[in-house]
């Protein structure tokens, strides 16, 4: 299980995703990744070196539950269809007044 209590989460750890989420992390702020991709949450994992600052999963629920309420998620997905299936994807376990925010080419 994640340890409990991020301040930010990142979902998306393709080159762009794991770039931004070492720099907030390297600002201060304890950061969490999630990607589908088993390869990508491992080298994100490598990369942030600790854990308490800058883990990542592939699993949605872990990732949710990791974050500090109210959470704050940027989505640095592909555009289009991609960013509506993550937003259906998260609705189920996010309350309000939690913050998602699209950092990708969608219009």
Same mark, same amino acid.
């Given at each position: 299980m994640a340890k409990q209590g991020y301040d930010f989460g /990142?979902?998306? /750890? $393709? *080159?762009m995703g794991r770039n931004f989420? &070492?720099? *907030? #992390? !390297? @600002? =201060?702020? @304890? #950061?969490? $990744?999630? +990607? &589908?991709d088993r390869e990508k949450v491992s080298a &994100? @994992? !490598? !990369? =942030?070196? +600790? &854990?308490d600052r800058v883990n990542a999963t592939d699993d949605l629920k872990t990732f949710i539950s990791a974050l500090q309420q109210p959470r704050k998620i940027m989505l640095l997905v592909p555009a289009g269809k991609i960013v509506d299936n993550v937003i259906e994807d998260l609705l189920p376990h996010i309350d309000r007044g939690d913050l998602i925010i699209d950092g990708g080419n969608s219009l």
């Open positions: /990142l979902i998306g /750890l $393709g *080159v989420i &070492l720099n *907030v #992390a !390297e @600002k =201060g702020f @304890k #950061a969490y $990744g999630y +990607d &589908l &994100l @994992k !490598e !990369e =942030g070196g +600790d &854990l």
